[in-house]
T-cell receptor, first 112, second 115 residues
Framework: GENVEQHPSTLSVQEGDSAVIKCTYSDSASNYFPWYKQELGKGPQLIIDIRSNVGEKKDQRIAVTLNKTAKHFSLHITETQPEDSAVYFCAAPKTGTYKYIFGTGTRLKVLA | SAVISQKPSRDICQRGTSLTIQCQVDSQVTMMFWYRQQPGQSLTLIATANQGSEATYESGFVIDKFPISRPNLTFSTLTVSNMSPEDSSIYLC????????????FGPGTRLTVL
């Protein structure tokens, strides 16, 4: 069946270091992969996404890479800041639908 | 992107009562969804709110417990009926428009506590 696994579940980094969160998906037909950031008390916010026709996308300090062969995609945050502390979710679409399957989330803590 | 608001932002309710949550979008959208996020957990899709027809529910969710309305392209409601403490969760509305190229945007959520 369709599944999205996300690792690690928690991640602590020192301010200024990089953070990497990885997700694997099971459906080879998936073609769109968003990442969401959820701060305490707020709804998830779309921060970056990637489509299957590219291998990498960057937006300032965040980037997403996609390996279609291995069926995994990763979120990279460089020069982390305390305001990056949040829960991050990856997602992938269910085959042939507009619905998403979400990963289990990664709680990122950036230590000042 | 779309600007989405939800009402109420939070509520504390008694067991056995019902609560209706509203979701308003600032532009017309094709797809509207309702999710549940239990404490410390990921997001689980409850149903797709269809304009002009009955909502489409995911496995484990039924219309009698979570009736949904969508009278137009910018508004939807989710009712949590006959509540129990297990219904304590964050309920989130999300939207997707064809022009958003698969992107889904979430509202701020409604934090529900059932005593």
């Amino acid at each position: 069946g369709e599944n999205v696994e996300q690792h690690p579940s928690t991640l602590s980094v020192q301010e200024g270091d990089s953070a990497v969160i990885k997700c694997t998906y099971s459906d080879s037909a998936s073609n769109y992969f968003p990442w969401y950031k959820q701060e305490l008390g707020k709804g998830p916010q779309l921060i970056i996404d990637i489509r299957s026709n590219v291998g990498e996308k960057k937006d300032q300090r965040i980037a997403v890479t996609l390996n279609k062969t291995a069926k995994h995609f990763s979120l990279h945050i460089t020069e982390t800041q305390p305001e990056d502390s949040a829960v991050y979710f990856c997602a992938a679409p269910k085959t042939g639908t507009y619905k998403y399957i979400f990963g289990t989330g990664t709680r990122l803590k950036v230590l000042a | 992107s779309a600007v989405i608001s939800q009402k109420p932002s939070r509520d504390i309710c008694q067991r056995g009562t019902s609560l209706t949550i509203q979701c308003q979008v600032d532009s017309q959208v094709t797809m509207m969804f309702w999710y549940r996020q239990q404490p410390g957990q990921s997001l689980t899709l409850i149903a797709t709110a269809n304009q002009g027809s009955e909502a489409t529910y995911e496995s484990g969710f039924v219309i009698d417990k979570f009736p949904i309305s969508r009278p137009n392209l910018t508004f939807s409601t989710l009712t949590v009926s006959n509540m129990s403490p297990e219904d304590s969760s964050i309920y989130l509305c999300s939207v997707e428009a064809l022009t958003m190229h698969n992107e889904q945007f979430f509202g701020p959520g409604t934090r529900l506590t059932v005593l």
